[in-house]
T-cell receptor, first 109, second 114 residues
């Protein structure tokens, strides 16, 4: 079946550091890929998405590229801020959605 | 436009008690979902609905029932709560099931079963 594997956390960075959160997937067919973010005490909200191979999703300084050859969708940001502290979920959608386990990011001033 | 709302926000039950969680969306979405979130296990789909009057089982349906009598509402019931059902429950909706349709999530209900 479909599955998503995310980099284990938690991840702790200093402000302005570079962020990478790895995500790989297995799926039949051609899924769409998503990154959701969950701030403390809130539900998940869409951060970015990509619907086909080589697409790059971007939002709020975050980027991820749909790499079919490596079945990956790694999340990156060049300079993180304290306000980026949250839990990040990678997900794929091929009919139903499948979510990764989430990676907790803490950014310290 | 409130999006997806959930009631209650918090609840404590004793083993064997029953309760219903309510999810409402005002975006006229066809699809609605119930997930549970447990530490280290991500989100797991309990039940979902592809339209008014329809429901289907997800990954972990045992111990839960659902109903979708109105398009905007999706109810999750626990008939006889167990400690293993202690979790955070999220409702979500999407316009269609198509691959690029994002899901919109409610703020969650934190349930503790003693």
């Amino acid at each position: 079946g479909d599955s998503v594997t995310q980099m284990e956390g938690p991840v702790t960075l200093s402000e302005e550091a570079f962020l990478t959160i790895n995500c790989t997937y297995t799926a039949t067919g051609y899924p769409s890929l998503f990154w959701y973010v969950q701030y403390p005490g809130e539900g998940l909200q869409l951060l970015l998405k990509a619907t086909k191979a080589d697409d790059k999703g971007s939002n709020k300084g975050f980027e991820a590229t749909y790499r079919k050859e490596t079945t990956s969708f790694h999340l990156e940001k060049g300079s993180v801020q304290v306000s980026d502290s949250a839990v990040y979920f990678c997900a794929l959608k091929a009919g139903k959605s499948t979510f990764g386990d989430g990676t907790t990011l803490t950014v310290k001033p | 436009n409130a999006g997806v709302t959930q009631t209650p926000k918090f609840r404590v039950l004793k083993t064997g008690q029953s309760m219903t969680l309510l999810c409402a969306q005002d975006m006229n979405h066809e699809y609605m979902y119930w997930y549970r979130q447990d530490p280290g296990m991500g989100l797991r789909l309990i039940h979902y609905s592809v339209g008014e009057g329809t429901t289907a089982k997800g990954e972990v349906p045992d111990g839960y029932n659902v109903s979708r009598l109105k398009k905007q509402n999706f109810l999750l019931g626990l008939e006889s709560a167990a400690p293993s059902q202690t979790s955070v429950y999220f409702c979500a909706s999407s316009e269609l099931a198509g691959g690029d349709n994002e899901q919109f999530f409610g703020p969650g209900t934190r349930l503790t079963v003693l």
